[in-house]
Nanobody, 123 residues
Framework: QVQLVESGGGSVQAGGSLKLSCAVY??????????MRWYRQAPGKERELVSS???????NYADSAKGRFTIAQDNAKNTLYLQMNSLKTEDTAVYYC???????????????WGEGTLVTISS
């Protein structure tokens, strides 16, 4: 059974930094097989993609995250990270890691999701 467990959320002031972690259990070679993503969902808003890293290490960022966030993975620890700097109040959200995008006849999505970690940025 694959489990994704996020940690590292918390409350910081605007301009500060946080580093989120997503430990993957039950799938040792997941990073070499699947794209990993960070999503977030702010209060009253739809979930949005923040950043992704493919199995070959290619990274992508939402415009709102470019230049401030960095996605990375540690194969030895089977852990995905999101380093967030210069945080803004609009970064307040629950952040989720997700693994292995799929597409099928019934739709598309991610095979596994974490429970999320809350990030609160105060002014």
């Amino acid at each position: 059974q694959v489990q994704l467990v996020e940690s590292g959320g918390g409350s910081v002031q605007a301009g500060g930094s946080l580093k989120l972690s997503c430990a993957v259990y039950g799938y040792v070679y997941i990073f070499s097989m699947c794209e990993m993503r960070w999503y977030r969902q702010a209060p009253g808003k739809e979930r949005e993609l923040v950043s992704s890293i493919s199995s070959d290490g290619t990274t992508n960022y939402a415009d709102s995250a470019k230049g401030r966030f960095t996605i990375a993975q540690d194969n030895a620890k089977n852990t995905l990270y999101l380093q967030m700097n210069s945080l803004k109040t609009e970064d307040t959200a629950v952040y989720y890691c997700a693994a292995c995008p799929f597409e099928g006849p019934t739709g598309s999505g991610m095979q596994w999701w974490g429970e999320g970690t809350l990030v609160t940025i105060s002014s």
